[in-house]
């Protein structure tokens, strides 16, 4: 068990109407407990929270005139993660698959698990199935991608960065994504906060669905798997960007700050490719 | 109120075993009751009913050694649409939208709205709100493709027929469902069985959300939207695909036939272009 | 006929041993003469000059140890266009196409006319064939995309631009090459120096093949024609990019500078869609 | 020393009036002597031979109404390949490169060696460089290539076969032409007629310019190097098409026979990944 802090603080500039959806309040589950919550505008506007979309995502939303908005978020959270350090975690049949997973399968806007099937089963497919098929395709991308950033956009999708061998941690969880899904495990995207990481940022890193869990993987080892905190999981970003507009806004500053609120000295995190069962 | 008979036949070379996911079985709901379904394979296999998805789509989930596998399935169903013929539909301000519909503003694999956002925009950014700029996209997909099979595959999306100009039902479908989404209107693909439609088959088409309901729509005007019967929804065509394979089998033959089944004679069908609410 | 003076200064880090090809040398016609030419580098390294591809394209090359490298190219150029100011000129039949002139009706890498054939022959298909189709297609590609600085790279192609309706000078003269190729005009990229660019840089313009000649056009309409000096032709920008590195090398600064070099003050240039016959 | 007697025909219905650019005459060197040579249509059209594009390749051009068009074309070829067993074939520097041969360093149509560059780095990079190189990336993509008919089309590019990992003869010198310009080796792609490809067609290969010579790969391994009767050579299968059509015709027919025309049986074949400098 573990406390961790985090905060967030975006500025726009917003140009004309517009309706925000923001993704970045934290995920309220019995493995993750939010002891406390400020979600806050200058200028005040209403903000309306709703749940969306299959996975439930906690969404703000609000309708904002021309203006200088700032928007403030902080949580104090608190991880009481599963952790299955046995890695002895088979995968679940296809055909025992619950249903709800079912789309998870089925290729996405920045995953076209359709286009790199027959790649992903031609490295993968041969290999034992189970935790360590998922973390061979962690590692995969992880040995064959640069990480840059600058080299890709928000368009960018999982066949491109297979290609071009470089992206940042949303590629990288893009294409181990499609990977999985290549080879019939349900794949799907988790954004978070991520203590340590460097520079900070909201971090993309990937589920995988094993024997009726769904198992968090970082392709990029740039922080500890147990300093994340859930924002939201979707079939691709595209779901769960951490904010959509419609409408003209500017972003003119985004500061992420994620970090330990434990009274005493954290422990050293166990190594970072460890099962971690999150739902 | 009308009747339609829908039968399929899909016949398989199962090589290995093989999990089927068949999306065939009619929509029930208020507007659709299902009188009579019958689902028989030959050889008699396990076939499993489920709801999946965030659209509660209803399948047929089947595990088969190889064989030679013959899928029967036919349904009697009875319609009542709500037609809503005065056209005087607008469009649900985006900050108004049911927080479940927002998923349908998303890109998705086959519809890139966030790559066709501009032309979008550009095209019909400044057409009059509501159905009649959903139906001026869907007219405009009309003009501006030739419907020729052999034009597309599985894989192309729609910005592969924006630039090619050429597709069958679901690429018309997916085009329309990316443009509506880039100018904010939430849209969905939909698969159907559709009377009269030549040659025979499943058809594609889409729904739009306005003014608090989803609106019926499509492209291709190959078959009167009064004789659709819907068999699911999801963000493209890779939610509701007839059948969903994982394994070796080959597709022999696929029939399909939907026809009306009412005693007297059916009346003309009003003009395909009617807005009928369905949900 | 007119005076224009040319500058330009590269300035790399070279990290290991690299090769360079640079294509920032004025070519040398009936047209255009090089009246003086200055190409030197510091430190000094052996630049051999060479003429390459089927456009004789004049190109320099150097082999470069780890350094800092500065590369400073001047040239003072006297031009002659032919102009033809009567805008009657037609389209050569394609039966009647000098063979040199064919391989410029086949796709390239950022202009892919086999995918956009049938766009452009629905846009500019049925137009009066001659000059002013050409002219059409270059005001069609300077209405419909926004010049954006930051929305293309350099893998951006003309089926990519013509999607998302934005880019730069490259990407206009790209789709517009892929536009011309499409409806059967053999098109070319060209590369240039433009007095009057802002911000000054190499300027991309294109070239179409009209009654036994080519002629010059610029979709951006940022500069004037009159004061183009040619560098060099190629199917597309692949061919000419002002440097081609083989090795590690970081480009540091970039500078273009060009003026017209008249004493007596330059006249009002005609408008830039006028044509002219440039070979 | 052999002889090689090649055969096509063509036969086209010609909706409106054409013009047909074939690409199907042998090529003329030292190396391949053409001993006859017929070319005929029916109804006799007057039939233009050009030379074409950097590669000078031989084309037939023809003007046709509309009418059934049979072309046949027949050759007897005599070829004195240059063998070079020893293998010790080393790579040119590319500073040494001749300029003609640079534009072959370049991306294009289908062989879009800027996106792949890093992935060619990264899986040839390190090998020794030289002939043996090449040939590993022959291999390797006739290892990671499924030949499989119908999995491509006329706009299918090397980036999207080394996704789907499957395709026919000109997906596989597509993918090796454009592995080895991302590796700094000048490759370009060939036309052929080849003894013993079945089913007998038009074959597509690649050469490599290897110390100072262009060497020719097969990496599709379907028949003997020392069968291909030479037809024409470019950038990509762009400019060696068999026919590039303007207007509306439709092919009906093409057979192409190419069979050993000595009297003596013919030895056996050496090794298909035999090198052999052709130019």
């Known amino acids: 068990m573990s406390k961790i802090q985090v905060r967030t603080t975006l500025i726009y500039e917003v140009r004309q109407p517009t309706n925000f959806l923001f993704n970045i309040g934290v995920e309220q589950s019995d493995y993750q407990r939010c002891l406390e ?10 903000i ?12 703000h939303r609000a309708f904002v005139q021309p203006c200088e908005l700032r928007i403030d978020y902080s949580a104090l959270v608190e991880l ?4 299955d350090t046995s890695c002895e975690v088979g995968e679940t049949d296809i055909s025992q ?6 789309p998870y399968l089925n290729p996405s806007r920045y995953c076209e698990s359709d286009l790199l099937a ?10 034992p199935r189970g935790y360590q098929r998922v973390q061979a395709i962690a590692d995969w991308v992880n040995d064959h991608l640069d990480y840059e950033p600058g080299t890709t956009s928000g368009t960018t999708t999982a066949a491109d960065v297979l290609l071009q061998r470089a992206g940042v941690c949303r590629d990288y969880a893009h294409l181990a994504v499609a990977l999985c899904r290549g080879i019939g495990v349900p794949a799907r995207y988790l954004a978070a906060y991520a203590v340590d990481l460097q520079p900070p940022d909201f971090h993309g890193v990937f589920e995988a669905f094993l024997d009726g869990h769904w198992y968090l993987f970082d392709a990029t080892r740039l922080a500890p798997v147990q300093g994340f905190v859930r924002i ?10 951490f904010a ?9 500053e985004k500061t992420v700050t994620t970090v330990w609120a434990d009274d005493a000295p954290h422990q050293d995190p166990p ?3 460890e099962a971690i069962a999150t739902a």
Chains 1, 2, 3, 4 share one sequence.
């Open 232 to 241: 939201g999981t979707g079939r691709d970003a595209a779901d769960v960007a």
């Open 48 to 59: 309306e929270a709703c749940n969306v979309g299959a996975e439930g995502n906690r969404l």
């Open 118 to 127: 027959r790649f992903a089963f031609e490295e993968f497919g041969q290999l």
């Open 37 to 46: 919550e400020h979600f806050t505008s200058n200028p005040e506007v209403p």
């Open 97 to 102: 698959l619950p249903p709800q997973v079912l």
């Open 271 to 273: 190594p970072a490719d």
């Open 244 to 252: 959509t507009l419609n409408g003209v806004a500017i972003l003119q």
């Open 80 to 83: 009481t993660p599963e952790v």
